[in-house]
């Protein structure tokens, strides 16, 4: 081992046990306000659906006066303008067979932290204004223009870039969305449709191995009064560049725009996929070579996905069946410089110590949601997953960093769907989630320099992840929570 490597480690190692109790949280807390969902799942279905949408603007209004930094790209980049709003987005979900009924909740941002969304649950739970609700999940939509949401890029590296008053005023109108969507709620019959899209993504690093499908959701109100879009779609929301100085939700918003001019009574909502990898747009070298218009090009992609999405005519009729189930986990988080960060109180998750005092744990969750009797599987993954560790096709040993073969059981293996998808930045924001067999760190500066493998390929990815371990982890719960509501 370099000694650097061995003195980076000693040295985390060090200031992990040397910290007060006070820098770490409990599971128990921690955990308190994560819905369980179904403890079983049941074939069980109920006569139809009852679903209701509502949103909220979460652009501050003093952009032009306050302090408010973009994510995702630079550091110390405050915004000068607002290109199109942030939003806060909620759907409720029943199927009336009794067992409740569940949120889903898309953000603008680059990645919400757990600790975020527990205390977005916390005001909804508290309300008691939506009763029997075994679920709530929100999901980052990953823009790289919207306000950091995490700490990541304030002015300095050691200062975080969250505006504690913008993230108050975040979470309750996110909670005020999510009320406000179960308010809204109408009876009526849930739909689905998939289209493969073609020549729209680039997978920046092997293997090449991407979900293409666009999936869509389609809620219709027996009255013809409304109906709801839910989109996935796997793609890094950074279109507008690092030279942008405006806050925006990126193509996303470009995408729910086409789609809801097509119907005045349309409204949707977007939710990311495994973009791990990492998975962008057709077109991201020229963006990160500012050689075109991002603008131009950031609404010219969304408005295409969204063309996509209303051309769809292949749909199959879901039946009024939802199972879900969530579980807590404990991530080790190997990543020295993201535990700094977190005792310097940039980032704000929740983190764990037990009895090994030199080793800290990031406090999370998985889950899997079903609709219908074995029509859509959705695994709820906390991170911005590597595509193959939801579809197998992992690099072969000899063109792997480790030179080792992948040994998972993947995702797809444990879900026998007629469809599925991952959604993915849900519930957290874990960082890059890595195969172990393709996981290379610097050798002398670990997560903190790009390592290259024997083949030449930059590992930037692993300097924004939690560990090597945390894709068996997440993959290993994700099956053991679907096995358990699924035992007889």
């Known amino acids: 081992m370099n000694f650097t490597k061995r003195t980076i480690e000693a040295l985390s190692k ?62 110390n980049n405050p915004a000068k303008g607002v290109l199109d709003d942030m939003f806060a987005r ?22 919400i932290s757990r600790k975020d969304i527990n205390d977005i649950r916390k005001i909804v739970i508290e309300s008691k204004k939506i009763p029997a ?7 980052a939509t990953h823009s790289h ?58 997978d920046c690093r092997t293997p090449i191995a991407y979900d293409k499908n666009l999936t869509r959701i389609r809620f219709e109100a027996f ?7 839910i989109i996935n779609f796997a793609s890094h929301a950074e279109l507008l560049g690092s030279k942008t100085k405006n806050i925006s939700a990126d193509f996303p918003a470009y995408m729910i ?30 963006v990160y070579r500012n050689e075109i218009d991002c603008e131009a090009y ?89 595509p193959e560790l939801w579809n197998g096709e992992f690099l072969p040993s000899w063109e792997s960093a480790t030179a080792k073969k992948a040994k998972y059981k993947v995702l797809k293996e444990m879900c026998d769907c007629e469809h599925q ?10 960082g890059y989630i890595i195969p172990d067999n393709d996981f290379l760190l610097h050798e002398k500066t670990p997560y903190i320099d790009n390592a290259k493998d024997i083949l030449g390929r930059s590992h930037y990815e692993e300097t924004n992840s939690t560990g090597p371990n945390t894709a068996r982890k997440i993959l290993t719960e994700i099956d053991k929570l679907i096995a358990s509501a699924k035992e007889n």
């Open 298 to 386: 950031t609404k010219e992609f969304g408005k295409e996905l969204g063309k996509i999405s209303n051309s769809l005519t292949n749909e199959t009729e879901i039946e009024p069946v939802i199972n879900v189930k969530s579980a807590p986990i404990e991530i080790e988080a190997s990543n020295f410089v993201l535990i700094l960060a977190r005792l310097l109180k940039v980032l704000n998750n929740d983190i764990l110590r037990f009895t090994k005092r030199s080793t800290a744990y990031i406090s999370s969750e998985v889950g899997y949601l079903e609709l219908g009797k074995g029509r859509i599987g959705a695994f709820l993954v906390p991170g911005e997953l590597f």
């Open 145 to 202: 223009s919207a306000v950091d949401t995490q700490g990541l890029w304030g002015e300095k590296l050691y200062k975080s870039g969250r505006n504690e008053a913008f993230m108050e005023k975040l979470k309750a109108n996110a909670a005020e969305a999510i009320i406000a969507a179960y308010e809204n709620r109408k009876d009526g019959k849930l739909f689905y449709a998939v289209a493969e899209t073609i020549d729209m993504q680039f």
């Open 421 to 430: 998808f991952v959604m993915g930045l849900c519930n957290d924001e874990l």
């Open 257 to 286: 725009k086409e789609i809801e001019a097509n119907s005045i009574n349309t409204n949707a909502v977007f939710f990311n996929g495994a973009i791990g990898g990492m998975i962008s747009a057709k077109e991201i070298k020229k």
């Open 14 to 75: 060090g200031i992990i046990s040397s910290m007060p109790a006070s820098y770490f949280t409990t599971a128990e807390k921690a955990n308190r306000y994560m819905l369980k969902g179904d403890e079983k799942f049941s074939a069980d279905a109920g006569e139809f659906f009852t679903c209701g949408f509502a949103k909220s603007i979460l652009t501050p209004d003093d952009v032009a006066n306050g302090t408010y930094y973009i994510a995702g790209y630079d550091s």
């Open 90 to 111: 909620a759907v409720y979900i029943d199927d009336n067979t009794g067992r409740g009924g569940v949120i889903m909740c898309s953000i603008d941002a680059v990645g």
């Open 133 to 139: 609700l075994k679920s709530i999940s929100v999901a």
């Open 223 to 229: 009255d013809k009064s409304e109906e709801i879009h």
